[in-house]
């Protein structure tokens, strides 16, 4: 079955580019950039990816990111992970970007979306994977700022596919950046946000009904409410589940209580990604490995899966084509 997994074709649609900056790397970019680490080794680092909550974890994140400086920086971390996926029959991604965790810390607009942009093409050119980019706004911020943040992303409209929300969920509901998201629409961008992970099913509605998403980034709440799963499926709502992550962050105790089975046999539109692999422990082969082993899923359904997130994924129809033809020849030749 890891064999089958392995060379199944996929799609990655959560996925926090900040999230893949490997101890390695961020040891390599703050010794290019002069930044002294609070950690003294690699392995200190990984020990501290110990996380009992969002916060905590959140905590880690920014504090890693600010290593990436130059344009340089963004470029190698997008390509590490660019390659990364590749080796694991990832076919497309769309990637999570924030950039207010940068201009905060007085980094150019430009230089991150530079040189994220410069990788994904150059992975398009030397890989043949595509992508698409998706601005992040962070919910613990205001809506003003989100704005700000919004217009300073128009003149690299042609670059950025869509708009997200992210970073601490509860007290943070959709219904505060209602605004953003309606000027967004206005711009033409596809409209998603994490909803529901620790905030409960209410946000869920709200990201729909107030944000209009197009997907939910998350959803595992969703279950709590069985009128919300009686949307999702009828709407053929997609949800973006990340199962490492939910562990890692005690979302479920453990993988074998995880919903994702439950939604998928409900009819829910259900994805496995990897969030923020370099902090909870996997990138897309070892979170369907581990949701496969814990919840025992067949081939049937792992292939849906991958199907799911293709239908789901904001790539061009003859794009979706050629993604839906390799996936279906696949699973044909890997029948049990």
């Known amino acids: ?6 060379g199944l074709p996929k799609a990655e649609l959560h996925l926090h580019i900040e999230g893949t900056l490997e101890p390695e790397l961020m040891f390599d970019l703050a010794k290019r950039n002069g930044i002294k ?23 880690i994140y920014y504090a890693g990111a600010a290593v990436l400086q130059t344009e340089q920086d963004f470029y190698d971390l997008t390509w590490a992970y660019l390659q990364k ?19 905060a810390r007085g980094i150019p607009f430009s230089t991150v979306i530079n040189g994220i942009h410069r990788a994904l093409q150059d992975a398009h050119q030397q890989m043949g994977i595509t992508s698409q980019l998706i601005l992040c706004f962070l919910r613990h911020l205001s809506a003003e700022e989100a704005m700000r943040t919004l217009e300073e992303a128009l003149p690299y409209n042609a670059w950025i596919a869509g708009v997200g929300l992210d970073s601490s969920e509860k007290g943070h509901p959709p219904s505060k ?3 953003v998201f309606q000027r967004a629409r206005q711009e033409g961008w596809r409209i998603v946000a994490h909803a529901g992970e620790e905030g409960p099913a209410q ?3 709200e990201a729909l009904d107030l944000l209009g998403v197009q997907r939910i980034d998350h959803g595992v709440r969703s279950t709590d409410d069985p009128r919300l799963i009686d949307r999702l499926v ?15 962050l005690r979302v479920f105790d453990r993988m074998e209580h995880h919903n994702l089975k439950t939604m998928l046999e409900q009819g829910v539109r259900v994805t496995i990604n990897s969030d923020d692999p370099a902090y909870f422990g ?3 082969d070892e979170n369907f490995t581990a949701a496969q082993q814990a919840l025992g899923l067949n081939k049937d359904q792992l292939g849906q899966i991958s199907r799911n997130a293709f239908e789901a ?6 794009r979706r084509k050629e993604l839906m033809f390799e996936l279906e020849r696949y699973l044909a030749k890997n029948a049990d």
């Open 37 to 59: 680490l609070a950690y003294p080794s690699v392995e200190a680092v990984r020990q501290a990816y110990q996380f009992s909550n969002l916060q905590d974890f959140l905590d």
């Open 177 to 179: 950046f209602v605004d």
């Open 203 to 205: 946000y869920v509605w």
């Open 234 to 248: 009828r709407e053929g709502v997609a949800l973006t589940v990340c199962p490492l992550s939910n562990i890692k």
């Open 282 to 284: 996997g990138y897309m």
């Open 313 to 318: 994924s904001f790539v061009s129809e003859a």
């Open 1 to 6: 079955m890891e064999a089958f997994i392995h």
């Open 85 to 103: 996926a590749h080796s694991q029959t990832v076919r497309h991604t769309e990637i999570f970007f924030d950039p207010q965790t940068h201009t």
